[in-house]
């Protein structure tokens, strides 16, 4: 188990629902990835890129609500700035099963 945190901890990690516009093949990642344009509401429309290849179609994504950090500070990964970070699990081979929301909520709702 991780270290215990504070409830002022959790609150600084800003979760947000938001859903994939756009969904392309990132070929200049190392790893197989894909760059994402997800639309947070009020927030706004924010890049990614996300390791998710192996479960994830590119049209399959496109519409689908992901919850992401936003207050990361963006980072480059060669010529992309990914601006959030998209949440999701490894499964039993390491690859990513992306956290999903159950039912729809409004783009940018804070996770609670």
């Not at 215990?4 to 990642?29: H, M, N, Q, S, Y």
């Not at 924010?46 to 689908?64: F, M, N, P, W």
Request: charged fraction near 25%.
């Amino acid at each position: 188990m991780a270290d215990l945190i504070t409830w002022d901890d959790f609150e600084k990690v800003d979760l947000r629902a938001g859903t994939i516009l756009e969904a392309v093949d990132f070929p200049k990642a190392r790893k197989p990835a894909y760059q994402l344009l997800i639309d947070f509401g009020e927030l706004g429309i924010l890049k990614s890129s996300a390791q998710i290849t192996v479960h994830y179609k590119k049209e399959d994504l496109v519409g689908r609500q992901i919850v992401a950090v936003v207050n990361f500070p963006k980072k480059q990964i060669a010529d992309f700035m990914s601006e959030c970070l998209i949440t999701g699990f490894p499964d039993e081979n390491g690859e990513i099963v992306l956290c999903s929301i159950e039912r729809q909520v409004p783009n940018g709702t804070k996770l609670m």
